[in-house]
């Protein structure tokens, strides 16, 4: 059989590719985001410190960067966010009815945060579990595109962007997680996780990811 990739390393073809950013919504990311909202000051500034600091001065940042790099190429940009279908949640995973998240249909909470909020014809997909690949069309909705090619950024680390990273592979897609555009709870924890699935996916910063998108005219 030929006609295949031989490794994961290989650059972005930019009409095959796609930008995908997940979970960066206002319940995950804000201090009165319904997954902080009962938690206290003293845990925000010391459990929760080191997540909420990596947000505010790296990931995301560079999340702004990368969607205004991938917009000026013409590259699709698409959202997951945690959100069911329903007011009262009865459709999520057994998962996220066990763990208590709960983001109602429609709610702020479910909402892209204003710093990359989605442009009007850029797509966001609702997911009522970890994986946008099992509880979003988005699989269809890749292939729709002609994506083939498909770069992950958002949080947290070593869940639910580890959890898509994991499944497009599995699925035929070549997968590019942008490490410094992701965060989760610990730097062990994202450590962690990056060696996990270094396997899956190549590894890419924001830096070196818009030279190669842009031929290096946005870096300066």
């Given at each position: 059989m030929t006609g295949f990739?031989?490794?994961r390393e290989v650059p972005l073809n930019l009409k095959e590719s796609a930008l995908l950013f997940i979970d960066v919504q206002?319940?995950?990311?804000?201090?009165?985001?319904?997954?902080?909202?009962?938690?206290?000051?003293?845990?925000?500034a010391g459990k929760y410190g080191y997540y909420f600091e990596r947000l505010r001065s790296l990931a995301i940042p560079n999340m702004k960067r990368l969607q205004a790099a991938f917009r000026?190429?013409?590259i699709e940009v698409l959202y997951t966010t945690i959100e069911s279908l329903?007011?009262?949640?009865?459709d999520r995973s057994l998962d996220y009815k066990i763990t208590g998240f709960h983001v109602p249909k429609g709610s702020w909470d479910g909402k892209v945060i204003d710093e990359i909020?989605?442009?009007?014809?850029?797509i966001v997909l609702p997911k009522s579990s970890s994986s946008v690949f099992?509880?979003?069309?988005?699989?269809?909705l890749l292939r729709n595109l002609g994506v083939?090619?498909?770069?992950?950024a958002g949080l947290v680390t070593d869940q639910c962007v580890e959890s898509a990273v994991r499944d497009a592979c599995d699925l035929g897609y070549l997968v590019t997680l942008v490490p410094d555009a992701c965060a989760t709870y610990s730097q062990e924890r994202h450590d962690n996780s990056l060696r996990t699935i270094r396997g899956y996916c190549r590894q890419v910063d924001t830096a070196a990811?818009?030279?190669e998108v842009t031929g290096g005219h946005l870096n300066k």
């Amino acid at each position: 059989m030929t006609g295949f990739p031989t490794t994961r390393e290989v650059p972005l073809n930019l009409k095959e590719s796609a930008l995908l950013f997940i979970d960066v919504q206002n319940f995950s990311v804000l201090r009165d985001g319904g997954e902080f909202k009962e938690v206290s000051d003293a845990d925000i500034a010391g459990k929760y410190g080191y997540y909420f600091e990596r947000l505010r001065s790296l990931a995301i940042p560079n999340m702004k960067r990368l969607q205004a790099a991938f917009r000026h190429a013409g590259i699709e940009v698409l959202y997951t966010t945690i959100e069911s279908l329903t007011l009262d949640g009865r459709d999520r995973s057994l998962d996220y009815k066990i763990t208590g998240f709960h983001v109602p249909k429609g709610s702020w909470d479910g909402k892209v945060i204003d710093e990359i909020a989605p442009g009007e014809d850029e797509i966001v997909l609702p997911k009522s579990s970890s994986s946008v690949f099992v509880s979003t069309h988005i699989d269809y909705l890749l292939r729709n595109l002609g994506v083939r090619q498909l770069v992950l950024a958002g949080l947290v680390t070593d869940q639910c962007v580890e959890s898509a990273v994991r499944d497009a592979c599995d699925l035929g897609y070549l997968v590019t997680l942008v490490p410094d555009a992701c965060a989760t709870y610990s730097q062990e924890r994202h450590d962690n996780s990056l060696r996990t699935i270094r396997g899956y996916c190549r590894q890419v910063d924001t830096a070196a990811l818009i030279d190669e998108v842009t031929g290096g005219h946005l870096n300066k």
